[in-house]
Nanobody, 126 residues
């Protein structure tokens, strides 16, 4: 089992940057596929970024490609989301998620992930 705790959200002006952190518990953290999702008011939760199952590559939503970077430090059991050139439309609650090693389906959907953090609010003002 994995427990996830996000931090680093806040209020930032358009064009600014934030780095979100996701601290995970559990000795097998490195075996989980990690991803970030976000949910804006009145909208469904959407994919933002993730690692491949091997952890060797990263994948991004088109809306954040070139602006956001996902990374992880397995020694610290932490996943990061560096967000730059933020836009008002990036405003949402951001969630960290973990998919179990045995899962073989698509990793672009919330249902693919078994464990979730509580979320951290990111607000971008214009």
């Amino acid at each position: 089992q994995v427990q996830l705790v996000e931090s680093g959200g806040g209020l930032v002006q358009a064009g600014g940057s934030l780095r979100l952190s996701c601290a995970a518990s559990g000795r097998t953290f490195s075996s989980y596929t990690m991803g970030w999702f976000r949910q804006a008011p009145g909208k469904e939760r959407e994919f933002v970024a993730r690692f491949s199952r091997s952890g060797g590559t990263t994948h991004y939503a088109d809306s954040v490609k070139g602006r956001f970077t996902i990374s992880r430090d397995n020694a610290k059991n932490t996943v990061y989301l560096q967000m730059t050139s933020l836009k008002p439309e990036d405003t949402a609650v951001y969630y960290c998620a973990a998919s179990i090693p045995a899962y073989s389906g698509s990793l672009y959907y919330p249902d693919s992930y078994s464990y979730w953090g509580q979320g951290t609010q990111v607000t971008v003002s214009s």
